[in-house]
């Protein structure tokens, strides 16, 4: 079998066989561009090491052997071993690791293979510059000290003395080498070549490798390629240097070479930062003709890989070298900017634009961020969970009520708390960000934060609040301090960090119509004001999936009213409390539509257990007793007789409208009133839907259905005005999923609810479960949170089962999902392969899921 | 179409067709008894008139005047219009009502239908004693008011003087009438009959006839047959009289005549009450020939129905008439021994003994139950749900704890408490019932003690408990005094009722046997100590297909060293509380091996959330604090942080193994060295069945079979011993069923908890369902509690998924349930029709599974 292929050999070999790095050299080979010569060790042979029991086999040895001899005839120079007089220029060899998929920094590289003392002689006599001939050298030990032998740069600088003769120091690195590892340094190149090659192979397998590949849905399998290649250095001569250059921007995305260089350098010596480097601009001046040449490679590069590229050169004594070409890494912005372009120059197709961006870009995009320079002084006092994206600045208060205060008084503020509930919603909605101590990805504080795109970051178990401070990593921070907040990346800055924000761009608009049209599904957005409706849309939503309707309640205008419908001890009672509320559902319903300008809504019946209205402390329970001159007694005897063992199982959804249809009646009158009165002002016929949640069973959705109808009837009746209402069904218990052949005949659609539905297909509730899935992912139980990611295999099943029903039974229906998961990409594109016509998320993820819905 | 036909016609026409009074009428004039002739109107007769709007058809008027005049003739006496004059003795007539099966006192009858002004002179004068007749004409007139115009006797009797002179009695009931109803009384008989007709049919749908079909399914569709019968009267001189006979003894069993009559009376006198009737056995003397000739009927109608029969008869002048015969009720007891006397006798097959026996009838024999005589003096104080069938008499405390101490004392005691929790486990094992304020039928009061076997009565929200005494109905009942429980009414009686119980009789066995060879599905007991093995294998069960874990850990000498071990800071502490607690659980198993004698034994792996082992009150804490030795703060810390939302969704089962591997570890130890030990013991090879709970994922069952696997290795190779152990899973989530065939392949067994399966399916928790059901109730949406008889629609389709899914990957696979429902009859059938190998439930349970898997 062959392992071993020069460059010249290789073209239209595999990228899966050459690695990204040998696969870029072959390309620009056959290109005709300058690269300096050399051979690639495929990835099989890397899985021929590790079949051989992690030794190179004889055969490989021979190849490379072989491979060698051929590129001395190419180069014209020698590959000599320990002791061997010269009379040729010396052949110096790079080792680099390429795997089929770059993992920057995961993988090692030596340079300068092939010095030994004669060959060191030989270049300082032909160049009469001896520190070049050291420099190389000294760079040489180091390198295979560190990668060959894990004997970091740091461990050698600080055992010896860098201002001591060059002898000196060769003597001291390979007295290190031998302290180390008990063998004496290896003096013969081709024994060195050999060893560098079974260091890049066994570097596939460092644990930052592993873990970079677990992150990035690597193979294990697919092994690395090792490129030999000829050193040319651009530390040689005056008229040598070496630079780093992109095709485009990868800032901006704007079309013009980017890069810097530095004269008298080699490799790394641009990236370590050691010395500042040139804008390539300046190439232009001080060597127009190499400009010339770099700026042809550049578009030729760029035209044959159709994407921008990252591109590192070399020049040594005038002569350009091109030594890397791949696709460059680019910032969220410049993604969207340079697909585009390229699509707009005809470069690539609508699909290769989309695959160019990614999801994470686009969410990353979406948010207010902190500027980059700003961040290098921030400090980082603590680590939560990333639990919804962008960053905020603001001064720390404790209290949802202290947040609207603080807000009315014009002050931003942070909203720190060990979790959130219901009853903070109106706190939460004013902050400009939300810190808590204890909750996952999923919890309420997460949840509510991403439906309303704020910054939050969750489970932040750091921090201790105590009354009115909170303290963290010897950091006591006061009620009133700033603090900035990430909620990208889950850090909380001590003070405040400037923040930058992202800009409509009209390639942005662009990019998500190409999405939509490319994905196929419909992406709606849960809402439940005016203002998140109007964000939805203008983020490329086609109509509100969820409103949410217990979200209104919690107004501190109308959760009164709420408390005495629910305290109400009859049916009269309860009726009138509930003609309070009407009126502002009504306004809010209207508000929506008129936000919604004609597109869909989706309302959801009331859906919470009572008690999350009820007050939880005595204070309150006072206050409101006094409020709404009821005995205190009834307060806490109703508020006894809700509490439940497991309120996600408990008395809410469509089980609290059977029992208490005046709720479910008022919000249906209020719907279709808020319609009439929307598509009277509009002038164009609002369609509500009204979405019963939790429904089990077909005589749960019949009885209701009924209620529906008699009150939407008579609302039309009276304003003699026709409205399309429609009525769907959350699909979020197992048994719906099971039965929804026989729901199906009664509605007009379903919606999964793929939370609910997650939690008790795997009956674990999403609160409870962070105490045990960490257990779950150490012990490779669980490879993803369910909660984020939908298991396509359990809950997935339902799905099928569900839609199938569904469908056979009522081939008209509407079927979608409005579960957290509809922002998730895996998650969009299986609810994709599952036929549904819609999925609805938060406002900000829509862009996210119609770009997720068009990539395959 | 014919709806009328004589007895004599009707030979070999159906009971569906006939009515079960009718069709006994027409077999036993096919059979040549002496039964007054008469005709039926059939079931089809009531539908058409439903049919045509609740109107006698005309062609079923002349249908009945033509059979009015056939009997006439055959009987040779008249049925008489209002006025006509009299020559021949008058023919009166019966019409009562008789559906396809026996719904007992739920319709209604008319008697001494005929009577005119001149025939009643007739009677009079041809008799010479008017008393005779004017009794038969005023039966007459407070029957018909009574069922055609709903006058009740008791309205009747209070309005008129029953001192007054017949004439008068006539006349004041015919203006009560009129009075009421606005018209005449009618005067004419044939009108009478019509009209009696009428009633009669109008009576299949009166509220407490539609109750007592809905409790017993009977469908509504099938009519009431009405029988017009020539009348005899046992009022009517000396020699009459009329009686009630068995052909066995219905209380017993016991094979001979039993029953009572009454001489110059009528009808229904014998089971009013009024006066005391004879034994029969008196007729013998007073009547030998009639005593034979009866005797030669019973023994003709039992051979010809194969059942015990009840018979009614009347003597008229010295001549038997036979009125009526049908399948006699009988108690249990007799039940059983009759089956089996039958089928012993040859007369039914083993199938026809299953169906003479209702499940019902099995439960509540194998219970303590009250004497009845004792109850007649017995105050009900209060009524809760019949939670756990049996009767129970003792002191009231109200606290497990000090139940614990009166049972040292030798006291016997019921255990009152607003709901019972984990920890009153050991409280309520020695109780003699326990009585809940809170709580379902499937509560935890509920669920432990149909597990022991114990009386319960739960929800029992009548009363209120206070300190040491509780409240109802004006009772204060304090601790200490005696009440008397009946968990299979669920009342609670003050004071003492004297108690009786079943002896587990030889047919008793036999009769299980039968059940056992005709269900043809294993039926397996849960249990989790010695005992309960014990009775468990008495009562029928192959083996114990559910040992709980959990309760073995709450008894008094183990609970701290559980807690020490949740307490413990690190995993060293935590192995040596685990390895106190190692031998307690060795022991227990070695027990119940012992007990079990080689069948085989289930045992379930911890399953609830640790929390329900640590203290709940402050007082208690402090105790444990000082006998651990631990801060208080540190058990308040622990207690904190295992704190869940939805304790039913938490960190429960396998996730808890999975967390704590050395739970598990130990376990296993103990029931293999257990295994080992009973064993050598016995010198038979125990086979244990390990099952591990609430499993969803293929790779949760793959990591502690690992554990498993390894645990036994280590203890079989210690002690040079192999025992053939098991390992299942529990299927209760419902991912778990979507992925059977993944899980599957990796096991022995699945064991369907359905009380789980419902919970997550239906996504409602038992304990809080019970607030809403009512609800669902109320509006026909549920039928019944999917707690109590498994939902076959939801929770069936998912088990027959996990079937099919569970088989395929793994033939031979063994398939149980061990939820509450596999002591439910209908779900036992359903569980049956799936395909599966065993049921287990509670022991007591075990004959009523066993017969219900026998029934078609």
């Not at 590192?312 to 585009?340: H, W």
């Not at 439906?451 to 939050?456: F, L, T, V, W």
């Not at 086609?542 to 309640?553: A, D, P, Q, Y």
Request: with cysteine; proline share 4%; charged share 25%.
């Amino acid at each position: 079998m062959k392992f071993v292929y020069l460059f010249s050999e290789a073209t239209g070999f595999s990228r899966d066989l050459l690695g990204g790095k040998g696969f870029g050299l072959v390309e620009m080979t056959s290109m005709g561009l300058p690269v300096p010569p050399g051979f690639v060790i495929t990835t099989e042979a890397c899985k021929n090491y590790y079949e051989n029991g992690q030794k190179l086999s004889e055969e490989l040895k021979n190849q490379i052997l072989d491979a060698i001899s051929r590129l001395e005839k190419i180069t014209k120079k020698k590959f000599y071993k320990d002791g061997e007089q010269c009379d040729l220029w010396p052949l110096f060899l790079s080792a680099r690791s390429g795997a089929k998929i770059s993992m920057p920094g995961m993988m090692d590289t030596i340079l300068n293979i092939g010095v030994t003392r004669e060959s060191l002689e030989f270049v300082s006599n032909e160049t009469g510059d001896s520190d070049f001939s050291h420099s190389i050298y000294l760079r040489f030990l180091q390198m295979f000290s560190d990668v060959y032998a894990k004997i970091s740069k740091e461990e050698i600088s600080s055992l010896y003395d860098k201002s001591g003769s060059f002898e000196d120091k060769v003597k001291k690195i390979k007295e290190i080498y031998k302290s180390k590892t008990g063998f004496h340094f290896p003096e013969n190149p081709y024994d060195q070549l050999l060893l560098a090659v079974e260091a890049v192979f066994k570097s596939w397998n460092n644990p930052r490798a592993i873990y970079y590949r677990k992150m990035n849905n690597i193979s294990e399998d697919s092994g690395t390629a090792v490129t030999i290649q000829m050193m040319v250095f651009g530390n040689y001569k005056e008229n040598s240097g070496t630079g780093v250059a992109f095709t485009r921007n990868p800032t901006t995305g704007e079309k013009h070479i980017f890069g810097e260089y530095l004269m008298n350098a080699q490799g790394e010596d641009v990236v370590a930062g050691i010395r500042t480097p040139s804008r390539i601009d300046n190439l232009k001046v001080e060597m127009p003709g190499v400009y010339g040449q770099f700026v042809e490679y550049a578009k030729k590069l760029e035209n044959h890989f159709n994407d921008m590229q990252d591109m590192e050169f070399t020049i040594e004594k005038g002569k350009l070298y091109i030594l890397q070409t791949r696709n460059g890494k680019r910032s969220p912005a410049a993604s969207v900017k340079i697909a585009m372009n390229l699509l707009k120059e005809g470069k690539i197709s609508e699909l290769d634009a989309i695959d160019m961006v990614s999801e994470k870009q686009i969410q990353s995009l979406l948010h207010p961020y902190f500027k980059k320079d700003s961040l290098k002084n921030a400090k980082i006092i603590a680590k939560g969970l990333p639990a919804s994206p962008g960053a905020a600045v603001g001064k720390v208060v404790f209290d949802a009520k202290e947040a609207s205060e603080c807000f009315n008084n014009g002050e931003k503020v942070v909203l720190v708390r060990n979790e959130t509930s219901a009853e903070d919603i109106e706190g939460m909605s004013v902050s400009e960000g939300i810190l808590t101590v204890h909750g996952g990805m999923t919890s309420h504080a997460a949840v509510v934060a991403r439906g309303m795109g704020k910054c939050c970051v969750s489970g932040c178990e750091e921090i201790s609040i105590f009354g009115e401070s909170f303290c963290c990593r010897n950091f006591k921070v006061n009620k009133g301090d700033y603090i900035s907040i990430d909620g990208s990346l889950g850090n909380v800055y001590l003070g405040e960090v400037e923040l930058d924000s992202f800009e409509f761009s009209k390639d942005f608009s662009e990019f998500l119509e190409i999405s939509e049209k490319l994905g196929g599904i419909k992406v709606m957005a849960n809402a439940d004001n005016p203002e998140s409706v109007g964000i939805a849309i203008k983020m490329g939503a086609k109509g509100v999936g969820l409103c949410r309707t217990e979200h209104m309640f919690f107004g501190k205008d109308r959760i009164n009213f709420m408390r005495e419908m629910i305290i109400a001890q009859n049916s009269d009672d309860r009726k009138k409390a509930l003609s309070k509320l009407f009126e502002f559902q009504k306004n809010d319903f209207y508000n929506m539509f008129i936000s919604a300008k004609g597109k869909p809504v989706t309302i959801r019946l009331l859906d919470p257990p009572l008690h999350e209205f009820l007050p939880k402390s005595e204070d309150e329970v006072d206050q409101i007793s006094k409020d709404l001159k009821v005995d205190k007694k009834i307060i806490l005897s109703v508020s006894d007789s809700l509490k439940e063992f497991n309120p996600m199982m408990g008395h809410r959804g469509c089980r609290l409208l059977i029992s208490y249809p005046e709720i479910a009646e008022m919000q249906v009158r209020a719907i279709i009133l808020a319609s009439i009165e929307s598509s009277r002002k509009m002038n164009l016929k609002v369609i509500p839907e009204i979405m019963v949640p939790l429904v089990g069973d077909l005589r749960e959705i019949r009885f209701l259905k009924e209620i529906i109808r008699k009150s939407a009837e008579k609302v039309m009746n009276e304003n003699q005005f026709e409205i399309d209402y429609k009525i769907g069904t959350m699909i979020e218990v197992p048994r719906a999923a099971l039965v929804a052949d026989k729901i199906a005949k009664e509605v007009d659609f379903f919606s999964f609810g793929t939370n609910d539905l997650t939690q008790m297909t795997f009956g674990f509730s999403r609160d409870d479960a962070q105490k045990f899935l960490k257990d779950y992912y150490e012990n490779k139980i669980y490879d993803f949170d369910p909660f984020s990611a939908v298991d396509e295999t359990g809950v997935g099943e339902l799905m099928k089962i569900a839609v199938k029903l569904g469908r056979y039974a009522n081939p008209s229906l509407k079927i979608g999902v409005c579960g957290e998961h509809a922002g998730d990409p895996k998650s969009v594109r299986f609810f994709k392969s599952l036929g549904l016509d819609y999925v609805s998320c938060s406002p900000f993820r829509v862009p996210v899921s119609l770009l997720a819905s068009a990539k395959k």
